[in-house]
Nanobody
């Protein structure tokens, strides 16, 4: 069975950094693009960033471009989200999600999702 388990969330100050991890199992990790999405309280789900199956292509939402970096280690079946220059508006629950193919899509129509990890940015 497919499992996606996020970790690394917590409290950060504005301008600070956090690194999220997503450990994957139950599928051929290296064959699929992976994504991060987030949901703030009372708000809809927002796509944040994605990475192709081999790590050669990445895409990010304009709201995080230049601040967040997605990466993956196929040998470890893990995808990461390095978050720098954090802002209060980054406060949300962050979810790792498996794409349906090797290339990133942004419509949030993923077939598997993790349980999420909370990120709070506040002074």
């Amino acid at each position: 069975q497919v499992q996606l388990v996020e970790s690394g969330g917590g409290l950060a100050q504005p301008g600070g950094s956090l690194r999220l991890s997503c450990a994957a199992s139950g599928f051929t990790f290296s064959s699929y693009a992976m994504n991060w999405a987030r949901q703030a309280p009372g708000k809809g789900l927002e796509w944040v960033s994605g990475i192709s199956s081999d790590g050669s292509d990445t895409n990010s939402a304009d709201s995080v471009k230049g601040r967040f970096t997605i990466s993956r280690d196929n040998a470890k079946n893990t995808v990461y989200l390095q978050m720098n220059s954090l802002k209060p508006e980054d406060t949300a629950r962050y979810y790792c999600a498996k794409d349906r193919g090797p290339y990133v899509t942004t419509r949030l129509l993923y077939d598997y999702w993790g349980q999420g990890t909370q990120v709070t940015v506040s002074s």
